[in-house]
């Protein structure tokens, strides 16, 4: 997996032969800056952007390669007992309002240089058949992370934050919240050097600015009933610029992007997911000590734990959740959640690049 936070690649190793997944391994491989500064570009036009689209697909490619080997080597299995690879993709535009959604990474060449069998491109068939094409991964929280009796909420907040709801008496559900970490990442990277505000340490040296975020707070896309998903087609640093004034400190202005994601993500939950006891985080910003004790203080009637309590490696729960789609996939069952997408019905996801 390979996320809207763009900073590298998360490779996990898993065994689904049992009802529980089993996380053999895990490899982390980062992001140079030159291949995210060009993936960021790819978000948006430029010349001859359907030439770099595919150099940078290749080169993608190369890379997921090369974070699997270290997979291999730290369990002693062959690739050829390897049933697939999941492989998301890395999504540079996201449009399910005009039909279709794009992921590169050339599944066909990582099949190549592993000698796997490669399932990718996962979202187009959901979008084909009505949907918003996400969030996906609410599926796979549905089958290995639903009590019998207590109100769950698995919360991600990665680039962007997406909430799923289990309620144990109703249908799961889920939809995006808004901008996780990319707004509040950017914004440090701009002014500390930093990719990211570790801890939340420089939000909580800040003031909120109450204007700016009643300006960020007024975009439609909080208003928006789900399904509904969103990614760095809307929410980036051109929409950020956009709501100042130009005389804020930055220190304010990540306090405020910060304040942002928690205050969205709390409207969300009680609003959509009313009689929760307990959120379980996942992804990057479970990492952020003033994120979290945020919302534990804006959401006081449930309890706050990382989906490590529950046996999911909050960091690889992305990917774990990719190598279950793809283990649907091989065995022809639906991966998709209509009620969480949109889609009019369950689809089989994804398309699959055989190995010999």
Excluded at 144 to 167: A, E
Excluded at 333 to 344: C, M
Aim: glycine share 8%.
């Amino acid at each position: 997996m390979s996320g809207t936070s763009l900073d590298g690649i998360d490779a996990v190793l898993v065994d689904l032969s049992q009802p529980e997944p089993l996380q053999l391994a895990k490899h982390y491989l980062p992001f140079d800056d030159d291949l995210k500064n060009t993936l960021l570009a790819l978000h948006l036009p430029s010349d001859n952007e359907l030439h770099q689209a595919q150099i940078t697909g290749n080169q993608l490619a190369r890379l997921y390669a090369q974070s699997i080997s270290p997979l291999l080597a730290q369990t002693g299995i062959e690739a050829a007992r390897v049933s697939a690879i999941g492989c998301h993709g890395q999504t540079i535009r996201h449009c399910p309002e005009h039909g279709y959604t794009l992921q590169i990474g050339n599944a066909a060449l990582l099949a190549e240089l592993t000698g796997i069998t490669v399932v990718n491109d996962f979202r187009s068939r959901d979008i084909a058949a009505g949907g918003q094409g996400a969030p996906l991964v609410p599926a796979f929280h549905d089958h290995v992370l639903r009590h019998p009796n207590i109100h769950r909420i698995i919360l991600n907040i990665g680039g962007i934050s997406n909430l799923t709801n289990l309620p144990p008496d109703a249908a799961t559900s889920g939809f995006d919240c808004g901008p996780g970490n990319l707004l509040m990442d950017a914004w440090c990277a701009k002014h500390t050097g930093k990719p990211y505000d570790d801890n939340g340490a420089w939000a909580a040296s800040g003031q909120i600015l109450p204007e700016l975020l009643e300006r960020m707070l007024k975009e439609p896309f909080f208003f928006l009933p789900p399904p509904k998903s969103s990614g760095r087609d809307l929410f980036n640093m051109t929409w950020l610029q956009n709501k100042l004034q130009g005389n804020e400190t930055a220190a304010d202005v990540q306090a405020t992007l910060l304040e942002l994601t928690c205050r969205t993500i709390a409207q969300a939950i009680r609003q959509h997911c009313v009689g929760a006891k307990e959120i379980y985080l996942c992804g990057g910003g479970a990492h952020n000590k003033t994120l979290r004790n945020r919302l534990s203080a804006m959401l006081t009637d449930c309890s706050m734990h990382t989906t490590n309590t529950l046996g999911i490696d909050g960091d690889y729960m992305e990917a774990i959740a990719f190598a279950w789609m793809a283990q649907q996939t091989l065995h022809g069952k639906p991966a998709n959640l209509p009620r969480v997408t949109g889609a009019k019905h369950p689809c089989i996801l994804g398309a699959i690049y055989r190995n010999l």
